[in-house]
């Protein structure tokens, strides 16, 4: 990958796209991790303004002080850049006690951190109206349509996606091209949904490599009878990834009238 016109070329896609749309700027959720890190650096680029929300709900205190720490890098490198704290993990208690109990708390914890997401997502869209800007989404290629590890109408609720065409280990190729924190490129990248400590890998159970890997060979039309060991598991794992979340890759099903019933 040429890593500079990559990069060039991504910035002017982002400035044509928001100058076309005509709107001001950007709006970034950051995270702590590398892709909120890249895709708010790109946004910062296009000399567009560029703000940049820290969404704390329980958040592992490393995390928010990435997070932190990369506004702060980019602050010093781009006048265009602002950002807001936004602490909802108020927000986020009261919703959960607003709503009725379970007999067994473990069986909505998924529930539980997909509502983070689209918390999230709804500040986003907030700062976004109030002042004009666009939403920018923060998926990469693997994560997006790979296996699909985002929350549908949380992270996956974007005006554009910026850094979804780049395998994750691209991702980390520009952001070390652009200077991003070190602190951020050697963290374990993790989705932060549950305010603990688990990685991306624990839940997946394969490495972004892996999953690239997994990725290239079924677009080469591979089957699991071509694997054996690690790489039978990683290719399993991979592809009942991908069939599961098809509803989040695809568009909206639309169920169509026939002419002859209207």
């Known amino acids: 990958m040429n890593v500079p016109k990559v990069t060039e070329h991504i ?18 959720g950051v995270s702590g991790g590398i892709d909120s890190a890249l895709t708010s650096t790109l946004c910062a680029k296009t000399g567009l303004p560029t703000l940049c929300l820290e969404m704390p709900i329980h958040q592992a205190e490393s995390q928010v002080s990435r997070a932190l720490n990369h506004v702060d890098w980019l602050k010093s490198n781009f006048d265009n850049v602002s950002m807001k704290q936004v602490n909802l993990t108020p927000v986020f208690d009261s919703l959960v006690n607003s709503l009725p109990p379970v007999e067994n708390e473990e069986e909505r914890f998924m529930a539980l951190a997909n509502t983070r997401a689209r918390l999230r997502m709804t500040s986003l869209y907030y700062f976004a109206g109030l002042q004009g800007l666009l939403v920018a989404g923060t ?5 997006d349509f790979g296996v699909g590890f985002f929350t549908k109408y949380g992270d996956g609720g974007v005006d554009l996606s910026p850094i979804a065409d780049l395998m994750k280990s691209e991702v980390y190729e520009i952001a070390k091209h652009l200077g991003v924190n ?6 374990p990248p ?3 949904l549950w305010g603990d400590d688990r990685t991306d890998e624990d839940q997946i159970g394969a490495s972004y490599d892996e999953l690239e890997w997994a990725m290239r060979m079924q ?18 794992i991979y592809t009942r990834l991908n069939r599961i979340n098809q509803h989040k890759m695809v568009p909206i099903p639309v169920c169509k009238i026939p002419n002859n019933l209207k």
């Open 219 to 236: 677009d080469a039309g591979k089957l699991d009878t071509d694997f054996k060991g690690r790489e039978l598991e990683v290719y399993k």
């Open 11 to 28: 910035v002017k896609w982002l400035k044509n796209y928001a100058e076309n749309a005509k709107v001001k700027g950007f709006v970034v």
């Open 139 to 143: 998926g990469n290629k693997v994560e």
């Open 190 to 192: 993790t989705d932060g």
């Open 182 to 187: 070190k602190d951020i490129i050697v963290a």
